[in-house]
């Protein structure tokens, strides 16, 4: 996305001062001195930010402060301060693939999940995402990021979401809208399917998976998704979401999560040839002790205005910090202003680290180092700040008469600076920073949900799915999944884990024993560390759910996080943001 300015502008103007800036949606992204070498009709090439833009209409603002040298102010009105802007000034948009395109009549699988869901925020979507009763981890990520892509583009509209076995959907499914994944098979849930007349992409042969779309022969790698009316609710609706093979279901249900590849899908149903990309997070390797704000969650933050403003960041630590934790931050501000009397000051905690002079003329991207002393870090939360200090350039001949507008004030962080900790501290492992590390970079590719074995214990396992959804900001979700029975040596040591259900359903919990706050044994019964007593009182603990996060003792670079509780109905995940401890506990 780039626009394309001709301009030109007086000779004779004072280029110490004289300056040119343009604007997107009020957001400053390009701003220029005008010398008498940039005085001809030139052109200037912007790059406009895509996080920037509008989806309907978007604002180009291009602001001038032009004066005479020596002039002071009896140079207003004078007829050399004049710039144009030429007619040839054009606009260029980088579409994703598929668009601009005209809006398909419902049911309309390009615009899932909002031709799925009830239109009502004042609705709670009851949604049974349905997998063999004795599931693959393809079925099983297939569900996880159906979930996921159901809250991510649902416009936050309510969701309650169940996970539950083939044999048990048709009386999950009658309570409102329903998800089949998998394969196709036996058993009632494809009989009915089967019998649907209305299906656009019937099947046609249940032993081989053989679906036909017209005249068209599908190849047994390619996915299915179909979006049907319900064959167990009247009211409801159904999509279908298969393929003869494994990696048919996988592709399906990656093009439902991806923003690009479900813009290409049109009408109540698609055959899915390719397999969407599902990108690596592109920021620090996974490391608890190196990450960048993007790692975060954070984009790049621009603050406005002239004197003071500051923008801060959260993140966390476990255990003492030795000396040699850094951040590498990145920056830029404005060049309009007065160098003597401008400043940035990094602090940590309340704590002032660093203040450091302004320079008019180094306005492009900065790297500043700054120390973090062992003193001034905190075990748990962590709050860095950043503060603009913007004067502007309004002395000598001009001062007293020389207006610079508020607008043309800015400063702006880089969400690419970045933390470093020394070894013998980490970061993360606290749910003060989820999603972070699960969520790393907008993408998960680091991270496994781990489910219990059983497909009936699976029930809650869609509500982690979108919690993460909610910071992914990758094309593809792809949230990684398996059960604790499969989960490989390479995974629990490579990876960052969430582990969901009871001990007695999920055997990794059994396996991390003390080394959790808070255990749950096959009773439902709590128990909790002699330092810690966040159930004091509770005399009933299955009604408790609890949620913690440790360091994994399968790699000090990865964590952990537990959602469990004294009962299955406690073991839902509840959104953790803002706390600084690594527990958490509610009660029903």
Same mark, same amino acid.
């Given at each position: 996305?780039?626009?394309?300015?001709?301009?030109?502008?007086?000779?004779?103007?004072?280029?110490?001062?004289?300056?040119?800036?343009?604007?997107?949606?009020?957001?400053?992204?390009?701003?220029?001195?005008?010398?008498?070498?940039?005085?001809?009709?030139?052109?200037?090439?912007?790059?406009?930010?895509?996080?920037?833009?509008?989806?309907?209409?978007?604002?180009?603002?291009?602001?001038?402060?032009?004066?005479?040298?020596?002039?002071?102010?009896?140079?207003?009105?004078?007829?050399?301060?004049?710039?144009?802007?030429?007619?040839?000034?054009?606009?260029?948009?980088?579409?994703?693939?598929?668009?601009?395109?005209?809006?398909?009549?419902?049911?309309?699988?390009?615009?899932?999940?909002?031709?799925?869901?009830?239109?009502?925020?004042?609705?709670?979507?009851?949604?049974?995402?349905?997998?063999?009763?004795?599931?693959?981890?393809?079925?099983?990520?297939?569900?996880?990021?159906?979930?996921?892509?159901?809250?991510?583009?649902?416009?936050?509209?309510?969701?309650?979401?169940?996970?539950?076995?083939?044999?048990?959907?048709?009386?999950?499914?009658?309570?409102?809208?329903?998800?089949?994944?998998?394969?196709?098979?036996?058993?009632?849930?494809?009989?009915?399917?089967?019998?649907?007349?209305?299906?656009?992409?019937?099947?046609?042969?249940?032993?081989?998976?053989?679906?036909?779309?017209?005249?068209?022969?599908?190849?047994?790698? &390619?996915?299915?998704?179909?979006?049907?009316?319900?064959?167990?609710?009247?009211?409801?609706?159904?999509?279908?979401?298969?393929?003869?093979?494994?990696?048919?279901?996988?592709?399906?249900?990656?093009?439902?999560?991806?923003?690009?590849?479900?813009?290409?899908?049109?009408?109540?149903?698609?055959?899915?040839?390719?397999?969407?990309?599902?990108?690596?997070?592109?920021?620090?390797?996974?490391?608890?002790?190196?990450?960048?704000?993007?790692?975060?969650?954070?984009?790049?933050?621009?603050?406005?205005?002239?004197?003071?403003?500051?923008?801060?960041?959260?993140?966390?630590?476990?255990?003492?910090?030795?000396?040699?934790?850094?951040?590498?931050?990145?920056?830029?501000?404005?060049?309009?202003?007065?160098?003597?009397?401008?400043?940035?000051?990094?602090?940590?905690?309340?704590?002032?680290?660093? &203040?450091?002079?302004?320079?008019?003329?180094?306005?492009?991207?900065?790297?500043?180092?700054?120390?973090?002393?062992?003193?001034?870090?905190?075990?748990?939360?962590?709050?860095?700040?950043?503060?603009?200090?913007?004067?502007?350039?309004?002395?000598?001949?001009?001062?007293?008469?020389?207006?610079?507008?508020?607008?043309?004030?800015?400063?702006?962080?880089?969400?690419?600076?970045?933390?470093?900790?020394?070894?013998?501290?980490?970061?993360?492992?606290?749910?003060?920073?989820?999603?972070?590390?699960?969520?790393?970079?907008?993408?998960?590719?680091?991270?496994?949900?781990?489910?219990?074995?059983?497909?009936?214990?699976?029930?809650?396992?869609?509500?982690?799915?979108?919690?993460?959804?909610?910071?992914?900001?990758? &094309?593809?979700?792809?949230?990684?999944?398996?059960?604790?029975?499969?989960?490989?040596?390479?995974?629990?040591?490579?990876?960052?884990?969430?582990?969901?259900?009871?001990?007695?359903?999920?055997?990794?919990?059994?396996?991390?024993?003390?080394?959790?706050?808070?255990?749950?044994?096959?009773?439902?019964?709590?128990?909790?560390?002699?330092?810690? &007593?966040?159930?004091?009182?509770?005399?009933?603990?299955?009604?408790?759910?609890?949620?913690?996060?440790?360091?994994?003792?399968?790699?000090?670079?990865?964590?952990?996080?537990?959602?469990?509780?004294?009962?299955?109905?406690?073991?839902?995940?509840?959104?953790?943001?803002?706390?600084?401890?690594?527990?958490?506990?509610?009660?029903?």
């Amino acid at each position: 996305n780039t626009l394309t300015l001709v301009v030109s502008h007086g000779e004779i103007l004072d280029p110490a001062v004289s300056t040119a800036t343009a604007f997107l949606n009020d957001v400053p992204v390009h701003s220029w001195f005008l010398t008498p070498d940039t005085a001809r009709q030139r052109e200037i090439t912007i790059p406009l930010p895509a996080s920037r833009l509008k989806p309907n209409t978007n604002h180009i603002e291009i602001r001038y402060i032009m004066r005479l040298p020596r002039e002071g102010c009896s140079d207003l009105g004078h007829p050399s301060l004049t710039a144009t802007v030429y007619k040839q000034t054009r606009l260029r948009y980088q579409y994703l693939p598929g668009f601009p395109k005209s809006p398909a009549e419902e049911p309309d699988l390009g615009r899932f999940p909002l031709t799925f869901l009830n239109p009502s925020n004042g609705y709670t979507n009851n949604v049974a995402l349905g997998v063999p009763d004795n599931p693959s981890d393809s079925d099983l990520r297939a569900a996880m990021n159906v979930a996921g892509a159901l809250s991510r583009g649902g416009e936050n509209r309510p969701l309650n979401l169940r996970l539950v076995p083939w044999s048990g959907l048709p009386v999950a499914a009658a309570e409102g809208d329903s998800v089949v994944i998998g394969r196709p098979g036996a058993g009632p849930v494809w009989d009915a399917l089967s019998n649907l007349r209305s299906a656009p992409i019937p099947l046609t042969d249940r032993a081989t998976g053989q679906f036909r779309y017209g005249t068209q022969a599908i190849d047994r790698d &390619d996915g299915i998704i179909e979006d049907v009316p319900s064959p167990w609710n009247p009211n409801g609706r159904t999509v279908v979401v298969s393929g003869a093979t494994d990696e048919a279901v996988t592709k399906a249900a990656l093009s439902l999560s991806g923003t690009t590849a479900r813009a290409n899908l049109v009408g109540a149903g698609a055959v899915v040839t390719a397999k969407p990309s599902s990108p690596s997070a592109t920021g620090t390797s996974g490391s608890l002790r190196d990450f960048t704000l993007t790692d975060l969650g954070y984009g790049d933050r621009m603050l406005k205005g002239w004197g003071l403003s500051n923008v801060s960041y959260v993140f966390t630590t476990t255990g003492v910090t030795p000396p040699g934790a850094k951040v590498n931050l990145l920056f830029s501000h404005t060049k309009v202003i007065n160098p003597g009397r401008s400043s940035l000051v990094v602090s940590l905690n309340g704590v002032p680290l660093l &203040d450091t002079q302004l320079k008019a003329d180094i306005t492009d991207r900065q790297t500043l180092e700054v120390q973090l002393p062992p003193r001034t870090l905190r075990q748990g939360r962590n709050i860095l700040t950043i503060q603009f200090g913007l004067t502007p350039l309004n002395s000598g001949p001009y001062e007293g008469c020389y207006y610079v507008p508020p607008d043309l004030a800015w400063g702006e962080v880089f969400s690419e600076s970045s933390v470093h900790l020394p070894e013998g501290s980490t970061g993360g492992a606290t749910l003060g920073s989820f999603p972070f590390p699960f969520v790393r970079s907008g993408a998960v590719s680091d991270t496994l949900i781990v489910l219990p074995d059983a497909a009936g214990a699976m029930e809650y396992g869609p509500a982690i799915a979108v919690e993460l959804a909610k910071s992914i900001t990758a &094309d593809v979700l792809d949230i990684g999944v398996t059960t604790a029975g499969r989960l490989t040596t390479e995974q629990r040591t490579t990876k960052h884990l969430i582990l969901i259900g009871q001990p007695q359903d999920n055997r990794l919990m059994g396996e991390l024993g003390d080394r959790l706050p808070i255990r749950v044994d096959n009773t439902g019964r709590v128990i909790r560390g002699a330092a810690l &007593d966040p159930l004091a009182g509770v005399r009933d603990t299955t009604t408790v759910g609890v949620l913690q996060a440790i360091v994994s003792p399968f790699n000090p670079s990865r964590a952990i996080l537990v959602v469990t509780g004294g009962s299955p109905q406690t073991s839902p995940v509840r959104r953790p943001y803002g706390r600084a401890s690594n527990t958490a506990c509610w009660r029903l």
